[in-house]
């Protein structure tokens, strides 16, 4: 079983800057892809960005320029630097893992952004 556990959302003006962290700990050996999701209230999860193990990245086209994923591999955290942010950035940020079959294996619980204008 792999845990996740997310750490540095906050408030934030319009055009400032988060980071958040995601630590995962347990059978973290097979954790293949790991990323970061955000839904807002009244929306559907979508996907803002994932990294995998030799950190090949994808990003939603909302936040390419302004936001970055990178990973630490040897402590199994993986990061979302958020930067220029905006109002519609406001959700509550999840990250995940994948494993080498590309199956979710847990969520973490989930880190509220919310960006004020």
């Known amino acids: 079983q792999v845990q996740l556990v997310e750490s540095g959302g906050g408030l934030v003006q319009a055009g400032g800057s988060l980071r958040l962290s995601c630590a995962a700990s347990?059978?973290?050996?097979?954790?293949?892809?790991m990323g970061w999701y955000r839904q807002a209230p009244e929306k559907q999860r979508e996907l803002v960005a994932t990294?995998?193990?030799?950190?090949?990245?994808v990003y939603h086209d909302s936040v390419k320029g302004r936001f970055t994923v990178s990973r630490d591999n040897v402590k199994n955290t993986v990061f979302l630097q958020m930067n220029s942010l905006k109002p519609e950035d406001t959700a509550v940020y999840y990250c995940?893992?994948?494993?080498?079959?590309?199956?979710?294996?847990?969520w973490g619980q989930g880190t509220q952004v919310t960006v004020s204008s």
């Open positions: 347990g059978a973290t050996v097979g954790i293949q892809r």
């Open positions: 995940d893992a994948q494993n080498l079959y590309g199956i979710r294996v847990n």
């Open positions: 990294i995998t193990r030799d950190g090949s990245t």
